[in-house]
């Protein structure tokens, strides 16, 4: 068997060493329990697509975002915490700059028309022609498009949300069901506000909401390949600014080393899935 040189395994302590300097893998308190959502097959409610124009109007209204997000919580076999400055601009532009305690940037992911590029400006590598989801998979175990990560941040849940039907639960709950098959779930306190939510596997919570957006966003694996239990606290959002178009590029050194999604993966915190 061919044993890695100097410079493979220094190349690999650092990439783990950059994504800790992002992510600071920490031994955090232990997460909360899930929301338990209601199971029984519930009452018809009549003012299902009413309800659901009122508890997603500031969301559907979102024609730019930008948000500093506080990321903490686990993927795969590790914890993580750390700061990610975030800009959105739907239908496919994102861009998330790790914030590092000193000096560059832990990583830059910019995508723009259905392509992305990530930057490791410490070790001048590159991730380019991946979609976002399949980066953002790699580095945190979160595959979602940019207006999918958008929609789960601001309430919406999904992009362009359509409720086709509608279902009164015991305890208080309401359910709505959207086109596409996702689901949320709203509790009166006293208007009705989401407070959960399943879409493609992932249950989303939302443990309180102040103003028109909610202030944080814990994503469940529920039926995914990889473990996650990730926090998003969000601040300093701001909707509807006009962004410049170069916020979505990322200027690549020339001398930056190609990097393989399957370097990326083994390099953070998913190293140690199967």
Not at 42 to 68: E, I, K, N, W
Not at 215 to 227: H, Y
């Amino acid at each position: 068997m061919k044993m890695p040189g100097d410079s493979e395994r220094r190349s690999v302590c650092i990439l783990r060493f950059a994504f800790c300097i992002t992510a600071c893998l920490t031994l955090a308190a232990c997460s909360p329990r899930r929301v338990v959502l209601p199971t029984d097959s519930g009452s018809p409610f009549p003012d299902f697509a009413g309800v659901h124009q009122q508890v997603s109007a500031s969301c559907r209204d979102v024609r730019t975002l930008t948000a500093v997000l506080g990321l903490r919580g686990r993927a795969g076999g590790q914890r993580l915490s750390g700061r990610v400055i975030a800009g959105f601009e739907p239908p496919a532009s994102m861009r998330l700059e790790a914030v590092a305690p000193f000096g560059q940037p832990g990583f830059i992911l910019a995508a723009q028309g259905g392509t992305a590029v990530l930057l490791l400006p410490r070790e001048s590598r590159v991730v380019r022609g991946q979609a976002a989801e399949a980066i953002l998979g790699a580095l945190i175990g979160v595959s979602l498009a940019p207006a999918d990560l958008q929609a789960i941040l601001t309430g919406c849940v999904v992009p362009n949300p359509t409720p086709t039907a509608g279902r009164l639960h015991s305890n208080g709950w309401a359910s709505i069901t959207l086109d596409g098959g996702a689901e949320i779930y709203l509790r009166r306190t006293p208007m009705w506000e989401v407070k959960a939510a399943r879409r493609d596997g992932w249950q989303i919570e939302y443990p309180a909401w102040q103003g028109r957006f909610p202030p944080a966003a814990r994503l469940l694996s529920d039926a995914q390949s990889v473990n996650v239990d990730l926090t998003a606290t969000i601040s300093q959002l701001e909707a509807n600014i006009d962004l410049d178009a170069k916020a979505f590029s990322v200027d690549v050194p020339s001398d930056a080393r190609p990097l393989t999604i399957e370097e990326l993966r083994d390099s953070g915190p998913l190293r140690s899935q199967p």
